[in-house]
């Protein structure tokens, strides 16, 4: 089965429509509402019959929104982990959010703060009312989204452990993991821990079940395959065995760290760069896993349609007929020409579906 959908960056819709992703947006639901409806509005409008629609890459999935939806606390993972440990929110009026840096950097791993005391700060409260407010509206009749998901499917969103030491020790971590490797795995578990305790809490207020768990360990290629081994594989697990089925998103090239990937307990789906290597993943996980991959910037960003058709076609060779979608995030420098092509190729395919 193959399918194709894609999502609309910030930077995109603010260059569009003038929208200006600011504080008010992440932290004033009705606000957020006004400003996803209108971008959702433009995406249906200005792309009928394309599998398209406004949100953050790789994290909502047009099969499961709906415009009855209203994100509370719709901030990336880490972010929000963060800010509960002392990092500022920044927002950037036209493009993605982000914290301060190294939130950690100067402290002992060893105050870290219990997992389940995370629910008691000020941040979770305001987030928790927010969705309390929603469901007692019996005028709008809308549904929270709380924070780490993205939909009404159920499935949460969590970067992965690696990825987020990263960001709050700084890049220190990956030498630490070499020269204090007992140490990195102790914070590692404890990201892991802060993540399972705040996708429950959120999970039980906003009554949306768990289905599933999206892990972005975005810095996966930065290390060895030994690495991911040694400290992704059991930590990611854990996720697996506490939160349900993994989809595994790695960014950069991933060839070879796809074995140690398999190792991962109740992994379920994986999201690759679209310069790894299919034909290897169809080796080790088979055909029936599905892989999502997304084309690269460059191809996205020629001239003409050559280059992504031929990388499409080159995937879908290497796929051999397993279960494969193609994804994309469309940022303003993109040739819209290429998506159109890549969408069109896709649906032409006889094992294309409109979603899994």
Request: proline share 6%; net charge negative.
């Amino acid at each position: 089965m193959i399918t194709i959908s894609g999502t609309l960056s910030k930077a995109w819709m603010a260059e569009a429509l003038g929208v200006v992703f600011d504080r008010d947006y992440y932290f004033d639901p009705d606000r957020r509402y006004a400003v996803d409806s209108q971008c959702n509005e433009y995406a249906a409008k200005q792309f009928p019959g394309m599998r398209l629609f406004y949100s953050e890459s790789n994290l909502g999935r047009i099969d499961y929104w709906n415009g009855n939806q209203i994100q509370i606390g719709g901030i990336q993972p880490n972010m929000i982990l963060g800010m509960l440990l002392g990092a500022d929110f920044v927002p950037q009026g036209s493009g993605d959010a982000d914290i301060t840096p190294r939130c950690l950097a100067e402290e002992d791993p060893a105050d870290l703060p219990a997992t389940e005391s995370l629910c008691d700060r000020e941040l979770i409260k305001l987030f928790d009312e927010q969705i309390r407010q929603v469901q007692s509206d019996s005028k709008k009749q809308l549904r929270p989204i709380p924070p780490f998901f993205w939909d009404v499917s159920g499935r949460a969103a969590i970067h992965g452990a690696m990825t987020s030491a990263q960001k709050f020790f700084g890049e220190t971590v990956f030498i630490d993991m070499m020269t204090k490797p007992p140490q990195c795995l102790e914070i590692m578990h404890w990201i892991a821990d802060a993540f399972i305790v705040l996708c429950r809490h959120f999970s039980e207020i906003a009554n949306l079940p768990i289905t599933g768990i999206h892990v972005g360990e975005c810095s996966s290629c930065m290390v060895s395959p030994e690495l991911i081994e040694r400290f992704v594989v059991p930590v990611t697990s854990k996720i697996g065995q506490e939160l349900g089925p993994i989809r595994l998103h790695s960014c950069g090239p991933s060839t070879n760290h796809l074995e140690a990937f398999s190792k991962i307990t109740n992994l379920s789906s994986l999201d690759l760069g679209g310069d790894t290597s299919i034909s290897r993943a169809r080796e080790v996980f088979g055909k029936e896993m599905l892989i999502s991959v997304a084309p690269m910037p460059h191809d996205m960003s020629a001239d003409t349609t050559d280059s992504i058709l031929h990388w499409a076609k080159r995937i879908l060779e290497e796929n051999d007929g397993g279960n494969l979608e193609y994804i994309y995030h469309l940022e303003p420098s993109y040739n819209i020409n290429t998506i159109y092509a890549l969408t069109d190729f896709a649906k032409s395919l006889p094992d294309f579906r409109l979603m899994h």
